[in-house]
């Protein structure tokens, strides 16, 4: 009768309306970084809990502020649901001038409960590598200055360190709290069957 009823389940679970959901979990590989209090960060940080994954810099002038508020209020929708939010790390492409301060300090902009980290590019690259991150660094002519391109896409990461659903842009917070909340049930479904 169980199987039944949880084959029933699943199928009365609608789609999520625009995350990408992976047949497969993904393990993420093994990463060390630094958090915005200097402390140790590493992907078996990530297990116990979904998570929000979002690559950045804190000098973005549009795609990362529009992005982190956006997770910002998604948590504040979901809170408002008593729904349990999800938990927002926010990881650093800009090492040269992303310090665990400054990222803190960025961080409380939208919401001091985030969590930064970054790491020099080499510690960063298996992360960039596996969730097929693209970053480039463009120098400013005539100029110390330089910006740094990067995709928009969040990542759901489940609480076994797994990546398990993708956001990709436009975002929208009522959309992505809506979907947040299908792909938990889906994947707690998945990992009783």
């Not at 759901?156 to 360190?161: D, F, K, L, R, T």
């Amino acid at each position: 009768g169980a199987t039944v009823w949880v084959s029933n389940f699943r199928q009365s679970l609608p789609e999520p309306a625009v995350a990408t959901v992976l047949p497969e979990p993904f393990r993420l590989p093994a990463v060390q970084l630094t958090d915005q209090h200097g402390g140790d960060f590493s992907t078996a940080a990530l297990e116990g809990h979904f998570t929000l994954m979002f690559f950045g810099f804190t000098n973005c002038p549009d795609i990362c502020p529009i992005t982190l508020q956006t997770l910002a209020n998604v948590e504040a929708e979901l809170l408002e649901q008593d729904a349990e939010a999800p938990r927002v790390v926010f990881v650093s492409v800009d090492p040269d001038r992303d310090t665990p301060a400054q990222i803190e300090r960025y961080l409380g902009n939208f919401n001091p409960e985030f969590d930064g980290v970054t790491g020099d590019l080499q510690a960063l690259r298996p992360l960039l590598t596996a969730l097929g991150v693209t970053v480039e660094r463009h120098q400013h002519a005539d100029s110390a200055t330089y910006n740094v391109t990067h995709n928009s896409t969040v990542y759901v990461i489940g609480p076994q360190a797994d990546l398990i659903a993708i956001f990709s842009a436009p975002h929208d917070a009522t959309v992505i709290a809506a979907d947040y909340q299908l792909i938990r049930q889906l994947y707690r479904t998945r990992r009783n069957d």
